[in-house]
């Protein structure tokens, strides 16, 4: 682990999450799921997201579809909320999401806009995370 890369996948994690949810999810650092996520801050959003050719909403658009593809709601829910703070419109969101439904089957476009309403209930005006 370089700790280059961690304080970068640190960085842009926050950026997506907001502070509050990034601290929430990485509490307590002794726990296995907390282990995995460091590594996720190194190499997927210290090494991957921090990459130039793409903007940070570019790649949540991305993540976004993969999940809605790959029928992931839990993780879905957490991008669609990264998404969001970094300027994804709740229109775009909705458009990637139709289009996957192309793709996917629309069972799974169908979970992936109840998730969408969720977390734009769950919003709070001006919340970053």
Do not use: K, W
């Amino acid at each position: 682990m370089t700790d280059r890369h961690q304080a970068d996948g640190e960085r842009q994690a926050r950026r997506l999450f907001g502070d509050r949810r990034y601290g929430e999810t990485r509490a307590p650092a002794d726990r296995a799921r907390r282990r995995l996520l460091a590594l996720a801050d190194e190499v997927v959003f210290g090494r991957v997201y921090s990459r130039p050719g793409l903007t940070l909403p570019e790649r949540a658009m991305c993540t976004v579809a993969a999940l809605t593809v790959l029928r992931e709601p839990v993780q879905l829910r957490a991008h669609l909320g990264g998404a969001l703070n970094v300027g994804v419109t709740p229109g775009q969101l909705e458009e990637i999401i139709t289009q996957m439904a192309m793709y996917a089957g629309f069972p799974a476009a169908l979970n992936a806009m109840l998730a969408l309403d969720e977390a734009l209930d769950a919003r709070i005006p001006g919340d970053a995370g």
